[in-house]
């Protein structure tokens, strides 16, 4: 049974501009943030979603994590279906999104990942055992002690990361994980994460970074403005430069890197 599976998704955001709120108007817009997308990830596949601001990816993550609902389509995460068996998925999925503020600030590390262990039924006989080894996975351990509104913009970034594993789940959700990491960080988060793909872990990661996405993923899903363009397997790193001018030819982006060449 396939981990994680997309059937012809559609997920379409309506709102209103504030001005035309403001003058009591009913005029509105509408943002169309997935499109008829399918896809399937398997058990212990790492998979990255690869696409540029406003492609779809962290609408993706949030789908399978019951945060969102699909307007068309489903959404399965091991045969359970997230409109109609949302609370058997969040016992199945860990998410950590970039932005994630929802830490107590005068506690700890160690106090919060105890608290949102708690949250994730995590028995009070293996919490402190697993908060360990999170903090150790997470390069957290010297800041375990640490009050939460000290830490800086990547400490936050990696206990995010370290509250998704907390509960072992067997659906990882990443968002831009290593955006706010050093390089000697990111290249430990890395070897981290094909580590737990060897423990039978699906991961399935958000990046617009093309060598994050090639270093840690089997698949690469190329989205842009909420379509699945292309699903294209990472066999060997000799084919990175055909993903690569892939990638950027069909996002129109500029290749950085390939400038700096």
């Known amino acids: 049974m396939d981990a994680v599976v997309f059937q012809s998704v559609g997920k379409t955001f309506r709102h209103r501009p504030a001005l035309f709120n403001w003058l009591g108007r009913e005029r509105g817009g509408e943002t169309i943030a997935l499109k008829d997308v399918s896809f399937s990830a398997a058990p ?32 399965r995460v091991a045969g359970c279906d997230t409109r109609g068996d949302s609370g058997l998925v969040r016992r199945q999925v860990g998410i950590a999104i970039a932005t994630e503020r929802s830490f107590f600030p005068r ?4 106090e919060n990942l105890d608290f949102f262990a708690a949250l994730d039924e995590v ?44 509960k072992r789940p067997a ?7 290593t955006r706010s990491m050093d390089a000697a960080t990111t290249a430990h ?3 981290t994460i094909r580590a737990l793909a060897k423990q039978k872990t699906t991961i399935l990661i958000a990046t617009h970074n093309f060598a994050e996405a090639t270093a840690v993923a089997d698949r690469l899903l190329l989205l842009h403005r909420g379509e699945l363009l292309a699903d294209r397997r ?17 996002t129109g982006e500029i290749d950085e890197a390939a400038l700096k060449i």
Do not use: C
């Not at 596949?45 to 609408?59: F, M, R, Y």
């Not at 990472?234 to 069909?250: C, G, I, Q, W």
């Open 234 to 250: 990472v066999l060997e790193h000799e084919n990175a430069d055909e993903l690569r001018s892939f990638y950027f030819r069909m």
């Open 171 to 177: 659906v990882l959700l990443l968002d831009e994980p």
């Open 189 to 191: 988060f890395w070897t």
């Open 44 to 75: 212990a596949e790492v998979l990255a979603l690869l696409g540029p601001n406003g492609s779809g990816k962290t609408t993706t993550l949030k789908l399978i994590s019951t945060m969102l609902l699909p307007d068309a389509g489903s959404v």
């Open 107 to 110: 506690l700890s590390a160690r």
């Open 123 to 166: 028995s009070r006989r293996e919490r402190r055992e697993r908060i360990a080894e999170v903090l150790s996975e997470t390069g957290l351990e010297e800041q375990s002690d640490t009050l939460v509104m000290k830490f800086s913009s990547g400490m936050f970034q990696r206990l995010g990361i370290a509250r998704a594993l907390v």
